[in-house]
């Protein structure tokens, strides 16, 4: 409110009309002030910008997303199965390691 | 007293042998053994220079579906039979390449010997390429490449002679459209060779000569090669572990001004062969080989180019050794 009433000063002849007209006046002359004006391209090129920011952010992750899932997924998925492997060959190695002994063990005596 | 007289036949634990494995050997005398100059090994050839790299690096991708079948008859002598549908890239002269979805059969026979090698294959869209490498005495060889095709002109034929040195090999060749080229490489040192090529096209009147050095360790290969066609390659394999190996490669062409670096990996596990590849150009590839079961394989091939929005997949099977 304060601005507009400074605002109102710099415009001559304003106050000696009617109420309606003082009224669409005020509106008149707070839409078309030079702040307003400078406040709303600032906006629009918040947004353009921030558009902007979205849409290579989006990219960026589309281009990382697909690279990953190309380069990186199937060697996890790799090596998770050698490592399953290596872990069957360990559990069958000590199974069949502790069953030769104790085989062995009887036979002696005869 | 049964108990006891089996705990003595018993026999004796095992001993650590994964222990003594592991503690480094104590003669590590090779890094103080005097170079013998007289004695350098053997060079590789000079077209198979970057080979290591190469097959990291350059795996051949493919879109589509792709069955191999190889039958072996005898010992010496197999057929082969190989399917693909999918689509090739064609150069068009509007609008760079375009994919064309082409679909072949291709017959082939080898017979393999130690002194002779005959490869020969024939496919449904009229082209033959034949392969063949003979010992001729211990260390000449004769190698013969031919490609013929339905239409006129693009038939192709390449001669080599291939002599192997005690530290140095040396190659002459000759092919059709006028071509001739000569390449010699040496071994200067145990882990460094150094050799140079020169050729010339006589349909073009255009000859040229290259230069090109390896250095190769156990454990990485680093090769250098330029000629004055305009063209500097440099390329570096590190084997990380007995698995895993990294590759790098970087490649300048001086009259177009184009600079192609990559970098991939190469993993060669029990049950499958990994490679991977990121691009400068905004690619990324990779191959995947897997062992399904005796001699099955299974391929996965995938290719995005980013920049071109260019995405290719393949799969395929391989059947017989």
Known sequence: MSSSQGRRGSLPGTSR????????????????????????????????????????????????????????????????????????????????GTSSPSMAAPAPPK | MGSSVSHAAAPPPPPPAGLAVALPPKAEEKSEKKVDYLNLPCPVPFEEIQREALMSLKPELFEGLRFDFTKGLNQKFSLSHSVYMGSTEVPSPSSGTIKVPTAHYEFGANFLDPKLMLIGRVLTDGRLNARVKCDLTDNLTLKINAQLTNEPHFSQGMFNFDYKGKDFRAQYQMGNNA?????????????????????????????????????????????????????????????????????????????????????????????????????????????????????????????????????????????GE
């Not at chain 1, 509106?27 to 920011?53: D, N």
């Open chain 1, 17 to 96: 009309d009617g109420e309606g007209g003082v009224l669409s006046r005020v509106t008149s002359s707070i839409s078309q002030s030079p702040v307003v004006y400078r406040g709303k391209r600032a906006a629009s090129e918040a947004a353009t910008v921030t558009k902007k920011l979205l849409w290579s952010t989006g990219r960026a992750a589309w281009i990382a997303g697909t690279t990953f899932l190309v380069l990186v997924v199937p060697l996890i998925i790799e090596m998770d199965r050698e490592q399953q492997m290596n872990e069957l060959e360990l559990q069958q190695a000590s199974l069949l």
């Open chain 2, 179 to 319: 071509f001739y080229g000569a390449n010699y490489i040496q071994s200067v040192t145990p882990h460094l060779s150094l050799g140079s090529e020169v050729f010339w096209l006589g349909h073009q009147r255009k000859s040229g000569i290259g230069f090109a050095a390896r250095y190769n360790t156990d454990k990485m290969v680093a090769t250098a090669q330029a000629a004055s066609t305009g063209i500097v390659a440099l390329c570096y394999v590190q084997k990380v572990s007995e698995k895993v190996s990294l590759a790098s490669d970087f490649m300048y062409n001086h009259m177009t001004r184009d600079v192609t670096s990559s970098f991939g990996y190469d993993y060669i596990l029990r049950q499958c062969r990994l490679r991977g590849k990121l691009d400068s150009n905004g690619c990324v590839a990779a191959f995947l080989e897997e062992r399904l079961n005796m001699g099955v394989n299974f391929i996965l091939s995938a290719e995005i180019d980013h920049r071109k929005k260019d995405y290719k997949f393949g799969f395929g099977m391989t059947v």
